[in-house]
């Protein structure tokens, strides 16, 4: 399957951009990647991100893990858990919590092609975090007035950040950590999140369709982070992830149309944009290898607290444009 994914497919697909300090785009480079550090190399260059201890955070998010309530098997506590999951539960867990906030993650593939050993596909994922608490604050005091809005400390002071991890499955896990960066974005910084400004205080997630009808599903979560829980349940329904007690993540089928680094599955998490402690989740899972649909959105909403949580789910898929269109 790796030798089908020439640079032709970059050309065609207009995806032939590079993923230094910018954006995560394709990049003939992890076509041709002879080794993790190669992939390391193009996908978190040293002179834009700060490489953290891979194998140091790994230890962090298994002991988060346990402590939230994690399984005493005899297997690791992250054993199951994919790239996308690791990425969210990295951020949740090494930075400080912030009351109105969007996730953005972003999940590709890359080659490693060595003389020495078979192909290897890793999973890249890049999640990056923006804190609208200070623009939230500052649409309150234009609409209130400053003395009737809370201190600027009650609204979260934490830099927009974003880290990257290469993944590959290792050990008995699905996706173990390889290398592992961190940046902070400054506000010069542009981001697109469903084609809209990330760091736009309303809510994106429900701009970017004409939802169908909401349903309300049962709300089994873990005892760890609500946004982890959600995201699981999520991945779920697209079938990117097994029923609770399974196997876990399922790698996706690479879509002959991505090039290496080129993002297809998205995912968006808003959390404290309203009137309540709402969270709210969708995943866009793109390019997919079908002669019909395109993609396939998946959305969640959480409202209320703790055990009395209630949760809605809505799907929905975009066609492939037709030819006569």
């Known amino acids: 399957m790796l030798s089908l994914r020439p640079l032709a497919f970059c050309v065609a697909f207009g995806a032939c951009g590079v993923v230094f300090g910018g954006e995560m785009a394709a990049d003939q480079r992890l076509e041709e990647a002879a080794s993790l550090e190669d992939v390391a190399a193009v996908f978190i260059p040293e002179d834009t991100w700060q490489r953290q201890k891979a194998t140091a955070l790994e230890e962090q998010l298994r002991e988060a893990l346990t402590d939230n309530g994690g399984s005493d098997s005899v297997f690791l506590a992250d ?58 604050r500052a649409e309150l005091i234009e609409i209130y007035g400053e ?67 909401f349903e309300p599903i049962e709300p089994l979560f873990d005892q760890g982070p609500l946004e982890l829980s959600v995201l699981q349940v999520g ?44 969270l709210d989740l969708v995943i866009h899972h793109d390019q997919l290898m079908d002669d019909h649909t395109r993609a396939l959105w998946e959305r969640l909403i959480v409202l209320g607290p703790g055990d009395s949580a209630l949760m809605f789910s809505t799907s929905d898929q975009q066609p492939w444009p037709r030819q006569d269109q």
């Open 79 to 136: 054993a199951d858990m994919g790239p996308l999951g690791k990425a969210l539960l990295a951020v949740l867990n090494e930075e400080p919590a912030i009351p109105h906030v969007r996730y953005r993650l972003r999940y590709a593939q890359a080659n490693v092609a060595s003389e020495l050993s078979s192909p290897l596909i890793v999973e890249l994922v890049e999640i990056s975090r923006f804190n609208l608490g200070p623009s939230r």
């Open 235 to 278: 991945l779920e329904k697209l079938g990117l992830h097994d029923e609770p007690g399974h196997t876990g993540w399922r790698i996706p089928e690479w879509p002959e149309s991505v090039a290496a680094g080129e993002p297809f599955i998205d995912v968006y998490i808003e959390r404290g944009l309203g009137q309540d402690d709402a």
């Open 147 to 213: 003395k009737q809005v809370a201190p600027a400390a009650e609204f979260g002071q934490a830099p927009d950040v974003a880290w990257r991890l290469v993944t590959r499955p290792i050990m008995g896990q699905v996706a173990g950590l390889v290398h592992v960066a961190r940046r902070e974005l400054s506000q010069k910084h542009a981001a697109d999140c469903l084609e809209f400004s990330c760091r736009d205080v309303n809510s994106l997630n429900e701009a970017v369709r004409d939802w169908p009808e």
